[in-house]
């Protein structure tokens, strides 16, 4: 199972293992992981599952698509490497997956 760390805005850091074929909001939901709200379950349509992707993972994960980019603009504190954990899919490729999650969602 791929390792993902999920580091809260104060600095804690959490890894768990990720379910290939799960999303990374999903992974985090089931390990409770805080700072990620998935109010909407995972459907695209809010924006409560705001991370910041690492610098050395923006790459391998890709960039947001167009409808991530709208729902990105409900987010606060948005910035180069924000994406919603309810976008990006687990895979193998992914181990060792760095994220941070912001003060606040919404």
């Known amino acids: 199972m791929p390792k ?3 580091v809260d805005h104060a600095g804690t850091a959490r ?3 990720g379910e290939v074929g799960s999303t990374v909001m999903e992974t985090a939901i089931r390990n409770n992981v805080p700072g ?3 109010e909407c379950g995972g459907a695209c349509a809010c924006a409560t599952c705001h991370v910041y992707v690492d610098e050395d993972w923006a790459e391998k994960v890709g960039p ?3 409808m991530e980019q709208d729902m990105l603009d409900f987010a606060s504190d948005v910035r180069a490497t924000s994406r919603l954990s309810c976008q990006i899919r687990v895979t193998s490729d992914l ?6 999650t ?3 969602q919404g």
Do not use: M, S, V
């Open 102 to 104: 912001p003060a606040r």
């Open 4 to 6: 993902i760390t999920f």
């Open 36 to 38: 990620i709200d998935a």
């Open 15 to 17: 890894t768990i293992d």
């Open 95 to 100: 181990d060792g997956l760095t994220l941070k």
């Open 64 to 66: 947001a698509e167009p």
